[in-house]
Each structure stands twice: as structure tokens, then as C-alpha cells.
């Protein structure tokens, strides 16, 4: 008798929360914003695609979540299946290509973010994680050109009213240019 208690309880529950979420005008937006914990969150999400098995934004925003918990495999799980209902999807090759560089796989990872950028080339932030997966594999010309191209992409963003992304990304550009100007002297000073 308890037990059909909690199954009734548990019903009401996501009763109560898709209903709460599917009477927002954003659905997929949920609580990420509001600091929830991810596992709240992840439960929230999960609710939403038993009534939506297909609601891309959800989809990824799970993913999301997996990442951010460092839960790869799941992350991959969810960025597969937006893929597979949408092969162009920017945001899901994007968040892809951070999972391949998370788990130190570059080489697909820049595939992955040079794709993006052909589909949307106004992406900043798919310029700037293009450099960051270039600076892994160490080739800093092409890292600091996307970070280039990434902060002039992100200037027309935020005078479009985006965020403004670009203390990221000129601080990963400054490190790569130290970076590029400590190389030389420390293959010097090895030879002395």
C-alpha cells in the first residue's frame, strides 16, 4: 500500500512540474538560469522529454547539464540524438566538440567547431573554442587567427545586443601569444 503511495505521489510530482513548465512561454528554459543544481534540473529536463522525446532545446540543455556534471558518455548520448534529428544543428556540433576536447580529443573536436563555423559563421563562441581545440593540438597561428576571428565576430554580436564574450577570449589570446613568445626562448635555453 505505501509503495502505490509513492508512485502517486511521484505522478503528482511531475504532474505538477510539467505542468508548471509547459505553461511558460520558454519550456525548455527551466531553472539553469535561477542556480538550481544540475541534479534538479537534470530531473526537470528528463520530465520534459517523456512528454517531448524530440524538443531539441531540451535535448541540448540536457547535455549541458551532463557535461557540466562531467558525465561525458550521457553528454554524447544527447548531442547525438539532436544530431540525428537535425545533422546541422550549430549548438549541438559546438557542445560536441567541448565534450571531444574535455575528454582530450582535439583533432575531432576541430572538426566538429570548423563545421560549426562554416553553418554559422557569426558564432564567436565556435570561432573561439575552434582556437582553443587548435591551441591543444599546438598550432598557435591558426588558434590565435580563430581567436581573432572570434573577437571581431563578438564585437557584431554584442552590437547587436549578445553577450559580450570577449574578456574570454582575449584573455586566451593574450596566454596564447605569451605562450608563442616563451616557445622560442625556452628551445634556446634548452640548448645552452
Known amino acids: 500500500m505505501a509503495r502505490h503511495g509513492t508512485k502517486r505521489r511521484l505522478l503528482a510530482f511531475r504532474l505538477f512540474v510539467a505542468a508548471s513548465m509547459l505553461a511558460s512561454t520558454t519550456p525548455a528554459r527551466a531553472h539553469v538560469e535561477a542556480d538550481m543544481p544540475d541534479a534538479v534540473v537534470e530531473m526537470e529536463y528528463r ?12 535535448l541540448l540543455k540536457l547535455g549541458m547539464v ?4 562531467n558525465k561525458l558518455p550521457e553528454a ?3 548531442f547525438n540524438r539532436v544530431l540525428i534529428l537535425a545533422p546541422d544543428n550549430v549548438d549541438a556540433l559546438d557542445s560536441m566538440g567541448l565534450v571531444l576536447l574535455k575528454q582530450k580529443k582535439p583533432a575531432p573536436a576541430i572538426e566538429l567547431f570548423r563545421r560549426a563555423a562554416t553553418l554559422q559563421p557569426a558564432d564567436s563562441m565556435v570561432h573561439f573554442h575552434l582556437g582553443q581545440a587548435l591551441e591543444e593540438i599546438g598550432d598557435f597561428p591558426a588558434a590565435a587567427k580563430a581567436y581573432r576571428i572570434a573577437l571581431e565576430k563578438d564585437g557584431q554580436a554584442v552590437a547587436a545586443g549578445n553577450k559580450d564574450h570577449a574578456p574570454a577570449i582575449q584573455a586566451a589570446l593574450q596566454q596564447l601569444q605569451d605562450k608563442m613568445k616563451n616557445a622560442p626562448r625556452k628551445a634556446e635555453g634548452t640548448r645552452q
Open 66 to 69: 551532463h557535461y557540466r556534471q
Open 47 to 58: 520530465i520534459l522529454l517523456e512528454f517531448n522525446p524530440q524538443d531539441i532545446k531540451t
Open 76 to 78: 554524447i548520448e544527447e
